[in-house]
């Protein structure tokens, strides 16, 4: 359970100094996400993607602290997915939008927030498989 909070307190830290750093270093460069086409209602209402990422945070830690997840290594994983995605909902409801500021030209622009949802969501399904 300490691992769940761990890594979720760390992903959410990186990403937002990150984020910060990103916005004073590359100013109007940054590339703003805004959410999908298909998410047009939801993003009149921000407030609706922090919802759906605390139900989302609430169920995985019921899964942690039922034994589901009894691998530090998962709970790890756990963490990380739970701390992209809450990072990622602050940003949509404080901002309306999403920073995204790692372009390595071969790839959509992203950020760690991303990176940590790809990897610890990686290492979920390897784990549970």
Known sequence: MLEILLA???????????KA?????QGNKLRLVRPLPALRVA??????FLLWAVIASLVSLLLAVTGAL???VLCAALGTVLGGSLSNALDQAA???????IDLRIWPVFNLADVAIVVGTSVLVWGVA
């Open 21 to 25: 750093l990103a916005a004073r270093t």
């Open 95 to 101: 901002r309306g939008t999403v920073i995204d500021f």
């Open 43 to 48: 993003s009149s209402l921000p407030m609706l």
């Open 8 to 18: 979720f307190c760390v992903v959410i830290a990186l990403d937002h100094a990150t």
């Open 70 to 72: 009894a691998s530090p």
